[in-house]
């Protein structure tokens, strides 16, 4: 990571799609099994987040087609996804639009995790808020065209859920810059699951267990300040 422009990271994603697309994987598999480049699901976090969904957007050359010869976004997962310093601060290529509903008409279901903690600052001036409001998760969810969901833990900060050891400088720092909810191991619980849930519900269709996440919140790891969905079958939830 270098700078905050973002476009080198979003070409680099590109290309691996491409490449699969092109048959890349399957060139390496056994031969007796073959990739679906129809299935392919995309995940980032903060500025990665940004990342999936300009690449969604259309912000790189990729082959976004269905079938042979080209390949399929099923599903788009942005843990806490950060679009810049503050509104009217977004780093290049900026993602929001500030449009409103159905802004953001990314072509496939969406789902954004986001952190209570995230959007509070560790010691301001001196260290902002990791996942600053204005630019976060509460507005890329807002600017979703459906289906989408969004999900908040209440009690943790941008980085919890990462290995509790994270080494070196960068590790060190996401201890030291960013606000936290203290032990990281239910986060990483919920974010696993979270994601685990709605690709089954959108890849593989089978959506008992994100279903379950809308009807009973309670039953996760951790506590859910919001969850809300998107569709046109069910009205919005909010807890």
Not at 58 to 69: C, D, I, M, T, Y
Not at 160 to 178: E, N, S, Y
Request: charged share 15%; with cysteine; proline share 8%.
């Amino acid at each position: 990571m270098s700078g905050p422009d973002t476009t080198d990271e979003i070409n680099s994603a590109a290309a691996v799609i491409n490449w699969l697309a092109a048959g890349g994987l399957t060139s390496k598999l056994p031969p007796n099994v073959r990739a679906d480049a129809t299935k392919i699901s995309i995940s980032g976090h903060s500025r990665g987040g940004k990342v999936a969904f300009a690449l969604a957007l259309g912000h790189a050359n990729v082959s976004l087609r269905g079938g042979a010869g080209g390949a399929t976004i099923a599903a788009l997962v942005a843990v806490d996804p950060v679009d810049g310093f503050a509104t009217g601060k977004q780093t290049p290529p900026p993602i929001l639009t500030y449009g409103g509903a159905n802004s953001l008409r990314v072509p496939a279901p969406v789902m954004v995790i986001g952190t209570g903690l995230g959007g509070l600052a560790r010691a301001a001036p001196l260290l902002p808020a990791c996942a600053p409001p204005g630019v976060s998760h509460g507005e890329f969810y807002g600017e979703c065209a459906a289906p989408a969901c969004h999900l908040v833990a209440r009690d943790y900060g941008h980085t919890d859920m990462m290995d509790d050891v994270t080494p070196g400088a960068r590790g060190l720092a996401t201890r030291a810059v960013c606000r936290s909810g203290g032990a990281r191991a239910p986060m990483r619980r919920f974010v696993g699951g979270a994601m685990v849930a709605f690709v089954k519900r959108w890849v593989e269709g089978e959506p008992e267990l994100l279903e379950c996440v809308r009807a009973r919140p309670e039953t996760a790891p951790v506590v859910l300040s919001a969850v809300e969905f998107r569709d046109e079958a069910i009205a919005n939830h909010s807890y």
